[in-house]
């Protein structure tokens, strides 16, 4: 009963304050019937995985303008959708964005599965995106728990088990608090909490429609919580990449393999990234190194990338990768890091 007053008091928060975004169906539209498009609630899902709203909003605006439906993307060249991802991190995302499109054309007919079981069958689509597609598109009680939901759950119940033991725990909470009427307008209420109320750095308690039975309220132990676990601190790793450009101003790129880091993604040739890189120039011509490194932080290190560049004549051959002529190439169809390497190519 208590759950259910609270699932009540959060909606009725949602209705006045929820945030305006172009991927969604706001509480008065859907009240009044509009319902969401499962392909953008599922684009924009894969899109915020470890990204921010500000930093997917443009891209999420690009891609539904060029690829509208689920099987325009099916039909899209995979060098086009990679090309549109750059930057926006995490490429195994957009590989995998792909192969959900095409399986989701080919086998249900250009729709989305109404199902947690079908959506989580499909590439790309784990729980939290199986629970979030269900529970937003097609308003059904699916449990949605992201970093926002959790931190929000650990101060209502004032849980002090540190993550990422306490996830089990602060699912069920979660779980617990989900209704049956509108759980989709719940899901999206709860991480709007999370984003704007409820925020890991001084919660704005006093705004909050949780406050009167929240026990980290309570307790005075919001800013603690939720717990963790000390991450351990990242390794160094080092690289060179090789920038060389043609006389008649072509550039010597590759596309790097489908598996693995910025797996499929455009770059330049260069060498394996370790403790003791070995140099590996993709083309003979009098090397120059830059003064400054390109540095980039990934999941897992930091990498530290030695740039070397060097102009080359036109009939030299290179051993690997192709030279791309301007316009084909443009610096923004490169991953973050690869575009640090040609920013300070260009600069030098
Ligand atoms: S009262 Fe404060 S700590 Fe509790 S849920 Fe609301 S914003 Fe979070």
Redesign the pocket.
Known sequence: MREAARAEDLLEWYDRHARDLPWRIGPRARAAGVRPDPYRVWLSEIMLQQTTVPAVKPYFEAFTARWPTVSDLAAAEDADVMAAWAGLGYYARARNLLKCARVVASEHGGVFPDSQEALLQLPGVGPYTAGAVAAIAYDLPATVVDGNVE??MA??HDEHTPLPDAKPVLTGYAAALTPDERPGCYAQAVMD?GAT???PRN???G?????PS????DAGT?AE?PKKVPKKRKPVRLGIAYLARRVDGAWLLERRPDKGLLGGMLGWPGSEWNEAPEEAPPIRAEWKTLPEEARHTFTHFHLRLTVKTALVPMERVPSRGEFVELPAFSPSDLPTVMRKAFDLARGS
Not at 214 to 217: F, I, K, N, S, T
């Open positions: 931190r929000v101060r209502l909490l109320i409820c925020t919660p704005a308690c705004l909050c429609p949780w406050r929240c026990a980290a309220w919001a919580l």
